[in-house]
């Protein structure tokens, strides 16, 4: 949430850091998603002119509004269509896909098709949330 709001006012890190009267790094703590001191928090939230519950909520909301967003290839929003936050149940459906391909490969007798396909589901879903991590969506 810091970082977006930062890049929002087009703030460099150093600019932010001064202006809060912090030090770099930590402000690159806080935007890394590392636990900040109540003080650090008040200090981006006056400067971020934001309310405090804003900077420390965990569960970050994808913006699909953004341009940015609407930038994106259309496999990337078909595949995240009705997925808003970045939460533990992602890692559990790609957990279950590869126990799924662990499963059919040793129960079927043939498992050219169900094996592979979970493999590759279970691969696509970690490398989609790869990737919007790296863009920074939520």
């Keep these: 949430m810091v970082k977006r709001l930062r890049e929002q006012r087009h703030w ?3 600019q932010l850091a001064r202006l809060a009267g912090l030090s ?12 900040a001191s109540l003080e650090t928090v008040k200090a981006l ?3 971020l002119e934001t309310d405090i519950d804003r900077l ?12 940015l967003w609407k930038a994106e290839p259309w496999p990337v ?3 995240l269509w009705g997925i808003n936050r970045r939460s533990k149940e992602l890692l ?3 957990c279950l896909l590869i126990l799924v391909g662990v499963a059919s490969w040793l129960v079927f007798e ?3 098709i169900t094996t592979p396909l979970a493999f590759l589901f279970a691969y696509v879903s970690a490398k989609l949330v790869a990737y919007v991590d790296s863009k920074g969506y939520w």
């Design 12 to 14: 460099s890190q150093e």
């Design 24 to 35: 770099l790094r930590t402000v690159q703590r806080v935007e890394a998603g590392q636990k």
């Design 45 to 47: 939230a006056a400067v």
């Design 56 to 67: 420390t909520e965990d569960i970050m909301i994808i913006d699909k509004t953004s341009e």
């Design 77 to 79: 929003r078909a595949l």
């Design 92 to 94: 559990i459906v790609e």
């Design 110 to 112: 043939q498992p050219h």
